[in-house]
């Protein structure tokens, strides 16, 4: 009686905070224009909306996360018939979505005791770059989260658990391709713990056995199912053929794989250098000492001091994604932590921690981005750490050691609450953010005077236009909040940043003639851009030029 009445207590507790940091962080999508990234992913989903193809008519090399949010966007438009305060909707769909990865790791951590609410909440607190929009940064980190929580917690994995991961899974690969990696390791690892345990005649570890494997690959094959009906619902092979080797180009992830293998680590060793050798040592020592002469506590008790720091530093005076700079430090003592350790949890260790950091690796190899993108990808790490560092806590009575870890959980949540509050990606400052706009997919948002005249003004343009569902638009330079301001099909090979000088756009329209635009707006250019290659290649076709507000138009209409 007693043991459910302070479970009740546990969860009471978690889901007061999990709901004052939902009413913190609702108040908090109101704020911030984000010209670009935000509304780049809403934009990507409305032209699948609008009938074009996957693959086909869009070209961005990210777009596969839009199969996730192709429903939720139908779902919006079935009960609000425009794109008006699409943006806010979609802050707020997010939110829902890290409030249920929070409770669902919550409930599935339950064998770590009340300490779980660490880990649960610390996912919900975070989020890449501040952007609060359901993108491939955002999806795949909650789809690796729910994989890894589920296999690192489970006593034995059901099959309809191995199911439900497999789901995650796909979930995880669509928003990031590179995640398959996580995938084919583990089945490689399930393989060769099923045929030792045949030589052996010693059951597997229901997280090693190959038949989990195998009903986590059904899980993930039935999302592929509906990812290939939907893709092939609008198109064919060949005309997916066509146009996938432009997809993929994109000079980042071309680079030789050692020097992707190197930035990695150097990049690391740039932002967190002191804390890379603090640990390098302590793993050293840890080694050499056979006897024992240095106290478990002190090993931790240095790696976290190193820590907090960094946290510190990133959480509160570092002008860039600090969001996201501070989430690495603490995987080091959680490394730490589980050397130490004497009762060493491998499950928590090996099936969420070590997975946790690979992603990383992986995440590295998807992006252009480099630390920004890894150092998100650092969250996942992160909250393991926090269940290997109370674990080995636990262990020892040294109340001195309880208290400087609770500093550093303190410090952590207190940087990230700091930073989803006040850090503004793409906009000014909060205090500045004082003008609201009324109307368009920004409906609802408050941004600074400047922003909201630019907005009105691009959007009076797009009146003046009278564009309709007959039009196609192609936007020049980046302003993807255009295209979701009008009915007008898409006409470009991404809603994300096409410049003049870009060599795809030519090689679509021969790929794509009936994409060739009916209106081209040159967003916050001056009129020499007429005297271009790209304008006199459309004033050859027989397009009129025009200045208006905020942009240079050519129309053939």
Known sequence: MEKTGRQR???????????????VFGWRQFFGFNKNDEIFYISTVYRFFQGDAMLIDEWNNGQLFAFITYPLFMLVRLFHNSNDGIVL??????????????????????????????????????????INAL???????????????????????????????????????????YAVILFVLYGCICAGCSLYGKRTGRKPDSALSFRTFFFM??????????????????????????????????????????????????????YYKIEVYVTGILLLLRLADRKRKIPDPAYLAVSVISAIPYIIYYGFFWEMVGINYMLIPLSFPGLTAYVVSTDKDRRLFYGWYVPGVIYTLAAHFATNTGIYTVSAAYMIAGAASMLLIWKAVKEHSAVWLR????????????????????????DEHLPELNVRL????????????????????????????????????????????????????????????????????????????????????????????????????????????????????????
């Open 9 to 23: 207590y546990i969860i009471w507790i978690f889901a007061g905070l999990l709901v004052l940091g939902f009413l």
């Open 89 to 130: 909707i979609f802050r707020f769909l997010y939110l829902f979505f890290q409030a249920a990865v929070a409770t669902y790791c919550f409930v599935w951590l339950k064998r770590f005791g009340w300490i779980r609410i660490f880990p649960a909440l610390f996912y919900f607190v975070t989020t890449p770059y501040n």
């Open 135 to 177: 993108s491939y940064n955002t999806l795949v980190l909650g789809f690796v989260l729910l994989t890894l929580v589920t296999v690192a917690s489970a006593d034995e994995i059901k099959t309809r658990d191995a199911v439900l991961c497999g789901v995650f899974i796909a979930g995880a690969v669509l928003s990031n391709p």
């Open 217 to 270: 690959g059904v899980g993930a094959f039935i999302i592929f199912v509906l990812f290939v009906a939907f893709v092939f619902s609008r198109g064919t092979l060949q005309e997916i053929l066509e146009g996938f080797s432009y997809i993929v180009m994109d000079s980042e992830r071309q680079k030789d794989f050692w020097e992707k293998l190197s930035k990695y680590f150097i990049r690391i060793h740039r």
């Open 403 to 426: 208290i400087l870890v609770c500093i550093l959980l303190v410090v952590q949540f207190a940087g990230c609450i700091w930073q989803r509050i006040f850090y503004v990606w793409g």
């Open 438 to 557: 009324e109307t368009g997919p920004m409906e609802g948002i408050y941004t600074t005077e400047e922003n909201a005249g630019l907005y009105g003004d691009v959007l009076q343009d797009m009146d003046d236009l009278e564009l309709t569902s007959q039009d196609k638009l192609f936007v020049v330079g980046i302003a993807p909040w255009m295209y979701l301001y009008t009915d007008a099909e898409c006409a470009s090979h991404s809603t994300w940043e096409t410049l003049e000088t870009d060599p795809l756009i030519r090689i679509y329209y021969e790929l794509h003639p009936e994409k060739l635009p009916t209106v081209v707006y040159y967003y916050r250019y001056e009129e020499d851009v007429l005297d271009t290659d790209l304008a006199y290649y459309f004033k050859d076709m027989g397009y009129e030029a025009s200045v208006m507000r905020r942009g240079v138009v050519l129309q053939r209409r």
